[in-house]
């Protein structure tokens, strides 16, 4: 995808052949920063304060930082020691465990002499593979995109989408909003209801910025706006992506999903997740009950951050400064309320045996 009209990934190794950059989206919409990450604590830092953030990018982040750590101490203590402080770092996305321990796999088995060569090698794959896997996303997306312009007689298709599941949210092309990039480069005229995603306001701050820079039209809309859109017809489908989803096609995303789902299964609206099979856990069948949920700082409620009248940009707290908050960052949606997955290898019903379909090798 392109920012001013500049082809750019989320994450890449720089010209010196080993340092790693990716794009600060806690500076994001005010400011485009490129970090340079050296070490293997830049990388972890990186994760667990979202300046990387969306499942299929921190797998990515977390792949390259292991390739850090290497340089340091290729030893199998020191690399085992470091995975283990990557995966620490944020507990519910499941492509970051995903990534590590096929890095780990890989480099178990190879001469410690060889392990850094090795370990950019197989990080480098990770990416190659999450674009190529978000590009069939899409591509197996559109036709949903289709089909309701032809229920409306080519009419605008109003997309509702959640928190922020576009190429920031990957290494390139995004999970739900892929198939919303090609269904526009195809000529289609498409429309999406951004929802803000409080508290760290992903879909406000993220998802317009990218759209607005690819010149997709949407709109921004307050998190409770939905249902009420729905309601009055201003929704024709929904597209959320997922941090992780289970065997039987759970799906946690970013908190207030479910509610939406609740609202489009009351309005008959479709409601589908976008999600590349390394988001799938195949060893967890019920999601509410088994599926981690990070709690993240209290500060993410109690404060926002914004543009101020003078183009400063500033973080001021909005509740009493003697008021707690909670701040549960993602919620699970059963499979019964989605309408269906988009994967790299089709859409399947949100089940065992829709997933199995597709995935007959994980039986």
């Keep these: 995808m392109k920012i001013d009209g ?24 005010w400011a485009v920063d490129i970090l340079r990450l050296t070490e293997v604590a830049h990388a972890a830092h990186g994760i667990r304060t979202m300046q990387a953030r969306g499942a299929p990018l921190i797998g990515a982040l977390a792949a390259y930082g292991l390739c850090l750590a290497l340089r340091a101490d290729a030893s199998t203590d020191a690399m085992e020691r470091d995975a283990a402080l990557l995966a620490a770092t944020r507990p519910t996305a499941v ?46 997306g559109v036709p949903l995109i289709e089909a309701a312009a032809a229920r409306k007689g080519g009419g605008r298709v109003n997309v509702l989408t959640h928190c922020n599941a576009g190429w920031l949210a990957t290494v390139d092309w995004g999970t739900a909003l892929s198939p919303i990039y090609m269904a526009s480069n195809a000529g289609l005229d498409v429309h999406v209801w951004v929802d803000e995603t409080r508290p760290r306001n992903q879909g406000a701050a993220l998802t317009a910025w990218e759209l607005g820079k690819h010149g997709v039209p949407h709109t921004v809309v307050a998190d409770n706006a939905g249902g009420h859109l729905m309601q009055h017809g201003e929704v024709d489908l929904a597209i959320v ?37 390394s988001t799938i856990d195949w060893s ?15 500060a993410e409620v109690t404060d926002v951050t914004g ?36 994967t790299e290898r089709g859409r399947c019903e949100a089940s065992v045996p829709g997933l199995m379909g597709l995935f007959p090798e994980q039986r």
């Design 6 to 29: 500049v082809a750019y990934r989320t994450i890449w190794v720089n010209q010196d052949g080993w340092s790693v950059h990716i794009i600060d989206q806690t500076k994001l919409p």
């Design 307 to 342: 543009r101020m009248a003078d183009g400063s940009v500033a973080t001021v707290r909005v509740t009493p400064l003697d008021s707690g908050a909670a701040n549960p960052a993602f919620d699970v949606t059963p499979a019964r309320l989605i309408t269906g997955l988009v």
């Design 241 to 277: 992506g997922a941090d992780r989803v289970t065997r039987a096609g759970d799906v946690a995303n970013k908190i207030g999903t479910y509610l939406k789902a609740l609202a489009a299964r009351d309005n008959g609206v479709p409601f589908w997740a976008a999600v590349p099979s």
């Design 95 to 140: 492509n970051l465990r995903w990534a590590l321990e096929r890095m780990l796999t890989r480099l178990r088995n190879t001469p410690t002499s060889e392990r850094i060569a090795a370990a950019y090698a197989e990080a480098a794959a990770i990416a190659d593979e999450d674009v190529a896997q978000n590009e069939a996303i899409g591509r197996h």
């Design 284 to 298: 967890v069948s019920d999601g509410v009950r088994d599926i981690p949920i990070e709690e993240r700082n209290a």
